[in-house]
């Protein structure tokens, strides 16, 4: 195990130490006292663990293809985007833009999210990213969306007062699905998306998401499977088509 | 014969993108400027070396009833204007230069002085008060303008009371050595890192942007700088800073201390929700907020923006409709702390009650405890 401690160090410094440390083969990483260093594990294409203490700066594992990390703290924005495979996993909140672009892999995080998650996700084949968010969300969940799986939860948030979803949820959504604990305010929803019932391969297909999560943090499942999700839909593949002139089909 | 293949792109990013962070003791206990300094050295990245400042309340106990203007001075002619003219307007309890450090950082400053003042009973400021209705805040509001705009080279930096602000290019942490912001004490600072986008980087366009008590600092771009521009010029509010922030320390003078709004009312027509959802709202709300909106449109805020804005009363945070800038709170027993990212406070409050990232539009207002100040 590789200890780095990165406290008052520059994120260039610190990011070069944590590719060193992979191209010598590690596979796990401590980082201890990070406070806002920029681009942590981006770009790192091998299967190893980075576990950071403290609070992540912007664009965590943007790039990422591969690698783990656990962030024992709150994180900051622009976590995974683009990410390609491998997981990121915050025990705390996070920002907005979470898993812009994001083509593969897992981002599980504990509790808030901000505005414009899960925006621009895309899936091709195999390659399928799915992003859970524990807490509550911010506006523009799930923002032209293209592909790939966002789930929120609404189970661990920093504010019970706040409500579970903000506005224009689905904007522009043409592929992929969202599930949503409990249902969703439909007076939220953006004119793109729809509120559908989850058949029985659904029900399969998240259980195996959830139960996945429910191990990263050590919660029980039997717990979280006790209210019904409903899944959001985009109506249409094409939304904005006809937006500056009828298109022919 | 080989070729040579020139790389495409230089794919070293510059990543900036403007960094605000302030904090608040709404108990009134004094805090040295190494704190707020500490803060905005660690988003040193968000900017660019053209734009760093701050605006501190409290530091000046012992002139609290005068109004404290500092001055930036671009020549010698500018400074003999100025103070010819404030001599002909004002009493000046004292003035003084502001005190500098010479770094190698900072190349060709400006001259800065700063002069404690209340208007004097000439007949002008007589015919202002009993004939045009003013306040003495009005009167110090028509010598800002004046001065910014008739003296070639002569701009005020800052003009309420116990309070300063001080900027210029530099990063900010060069900034504050220049001006040995360690030596002040404040239970409100503010401060800003700036990645000038669409106007100059000068002395004069670093933030905060001020009027009386009033500092903003701004992380984004007002698109509706020329509405609210032409607005504000109707109410004698003139714009001579070449930088849309400009407008936001004016629009809240209008709307707070002039038209009596409260600061939630002031920003809800700065950053109103959209059409759509002020119609979805319960019907007396739905008839506020429509009031706000036909009554301000003009000084609706659009474009992305997170802004702090701070007065003698407290400390407000506020973001575009839609947030499309950072804007990320905590509180620890009696300090509030407002940022573009979580790590800036985290460095001088390292365990928080609570942090949170307040909703688009949505104001996070933390006032001063009644009477201690």
Redesign the interface.
């Known amino acids: 195990m590789t200890i780095i401690d990165a406290q008052g160090l520059y994120y260039r410094d610190l990011n070069q130490k944590i590719r060193e440390a992979v191209a010598e083969g590690a596979t796990e990483i401590v980082l201890n006292n990070v406070n806002g260093q920029y681009f942590i594990g981006d770009g790192i294409n091998k299967p190893v663990t980075i576990t950071i203490n403290g609070v992540p700066g912007n664009d965590l594992a943007a790039f990422m293809n591969g690698a783990t990390i656990v962030v024992n703290d709150n994180a900051q924005d622009n976590i995974g985007n683009t990410m390609n495979a491998g997981k990121v996993i915050v025990h705390g909140h996070a920002g907005d833009v979470l898993g812009y672009g994001m083509r593969g892999g897992r981002v599980h995080i504990r509790r808030d999210v901000g505005y414009r998650v899960g925006i621009h996700m895309k899936s091709y084949e195999a390659n399928k990213p799915v992003l859970i968010a524990g807490g509550k969300a911010g506006d523009f969940f799930g923002e032209y969306m293209a592909g790939g799986v966002l789930i929120l939860l609404d189970l661990f948030s920093d504010d019970p007062e706040k409500p579970k979803h903000g506005f224009r949820f689905g904007t522009g959504m043409h592929g992929g699905k969202i599930f949503v604990r409990g249902g969703v305010d439909e007076g939220k929803l953006s004119r793109e998306v729809g509120v559908f019932e989850l058949t029985d391969e659904d029900r399969q297909e998240l259980e195996g998401y959830l139960k996945e999560y429910c191990r990263d943090f050590d919660i029980d499942y039997a717990m979280m499977a006790k209210e019904q999700f409903v899944k959001i839909l985009p109506l249409s593949s094409r939304p904005y088509g006809n937006l500056y002139c009828p298109m022919p089909r | 014969m080989t070729r040579e293949l020139k790389p495409t792109h230089y794919f070293q990013k510059d990543?900036s993108n403007c960094g605000l962070t302030g904090f608040i003791s709404t108990a009134g206990t004094l805090v040295e400027g190494s704190v707020i300094i500490k803060s905005i050295a660690?988003?040193h990245?968000r900017g660019n070396g053209l734009g760093g400042g701050f605006a501190a309340y409290g530091i000046y106990p012992e002139f609290k009833e005068f109004y404290a203007f500092h001055l930036m001075y671009e020549n010698g002619m500018a400074l003999q204007l100025t103070e010819e003219y404030l001599e002909r307007h004002f009493y000046i309890e004292h003035h003084e230069e502001i005190p500098t450090r010479r770094t190698p950082a900072i190349a060709n400053p400006p001259a800065f002085k700063r002069y404690f003042v209340k208007p004097l009973q000439t007949a002008e400021y007589k015919e202002a008060i009993e004939f045009q209705n003013m306040t003495d805040e009005d009167v110090i509001v028509r010598h800002v303008m004046g001065i910014n705009n008739e003296i070639e080279g002569a701009f005020v930096v800052s003009s309420g009371k116990n309070m300063g602000a001080f900027k210029g290019v530099g990063y900010p942490e060069e900034i504050a050595d220049f001006f040995r912001l360690e030596e002040y004490q404040g239970y409100i600072w503010t401060a800003h890192n700036r990645f000038p986008t669409n106007t100059p980087g000068w002395w004069g366009g670093a933030h905060p942007f001020t009027l009386l008590d009033w500092s903003i600092v701004h992380n984004g771009e007002i698109s509706s700088y020329g509405i609210n521009k032409r607005y504000l010029e109707m109410y004698g509010y003139l714009c001579t800073m070449l930088t849309d922030t400009e407008v936001v320390a004016y629009t809240l003078d209008l709307l707070i201390r002039k038209h009596g709004l409260t600061p939630e009312l002031a920003s809800l027509a700065m950053a109103s929700p959209f059409w759509d959802?002020i119609d979805?709202l319960p019907e007396d709300e739905r008839q506020l907020l429509t009031a706000i909106r036909q009554c301000y449109g003009s000084a609706l805020l659009n474009g992305p923006f997170a802004i702090l804005f701070a007065s003698n009363e407290g400390l407000i945070g506020l973001n575009d409709r839609?947030?499309l800038r950072?804007l990320?709170c905590a509180t620890k027993d009696d300090f509030v702390y407002m940022a573009s990212?979580?790590?800036?406070i985290?460095?001088i409050c390292p365990k928080p009650d609570?942090?949170?990232?307040p909703?688009?539009g949505e104001p996070v207002i933390a006032k001063m405890q009644p009477g201690v100040i």
């Not at chain 2, 990212?341 to 800036?344: G, S």
């Not at chain 2, 609570?354 to 990232?357: E, G, I, L, M, Q």
């Open positions: 990543i660690l988003m990245d959802i979805a839609v947030k950072p990320v990212e979580e790590a800036a985290r460095e609570k942090v949170w990232a909703r688009g």
